[in-house]
């Protein structure tokens, strides 16, 4: 399956990759290390991927659920008009993603899901974290559902 997602036109502001935006997720990251996954309401883990212009490792904590012997990672940035950087990452290096999860660290497969298989993820995932419904509200873009198997 392909990576596409086009960029919205309207949405929430999306957070800035500053200083504070930085400290916060390096913060979140050890916490989600420390304590074996649990932040910002959800069940976190760290994603690695490359950089799709730099070609450098690029970390940051994300909320994740379930599917089976996989993983489920939103690309939501919030509502925001556009995708995260992350998001790019992945769709430029797919089969070079890793992820932080409860002490290990496992290489994963991504594939964005489309079709009957995303509404499905997306019923389970609105289901779980109504604040993901929101989020889709604010935006006119169809926000991305990607699912992480062990490679």
């Known amino acids: 399956m392909s990576f596409h997602s086009a960029n919205g036109t309207r949405g929430a502001r999306q957070p800035k990759a500053g200083r504070l935006s930085r400290w916060f997720n390096a913060f ?4 989600i290390r420390r304590t074996g996954g649990r932040a910002m309401g959800f069940d976190a883990l760290v994603l690695t991927t490359v950089g799709a212009k730099s070609g450098q490792p690029r970390t940051n ?3 994740y659920f379930t599917d089976g012997d996989g993983w489920l990672i939103v690309a939501s940035a919030a509502g ?10 992945i769709a430029a290096h797919p089969d070079r993603v890793r992820i932080e999860l409860r ?4 290489d994963v497969v991504a594939t964005q899901l489309h079709g009957e298989a995303r509404a499905r993820a997306w019923a389970k995932i609105t ?3 109504p604040q993901f419904a929101k989020y889709e509200e604010k935006t006119d873009r169809e926000i991305p559902v990607i699912r992480l198997a062990r490679r």
């Open 61 to 63: 904590p994300v909320g």
């Open 80 to 89: 925001a008009p556009k995708n995260p950087a992350w998001y790019y990452n």
């Open 28 to 31: 979140m990251m050890n916490r």
């Open 127 to 129: 289901t779980e974290a």
């Open 103 to 106: 002490g290990q660290h496992l």
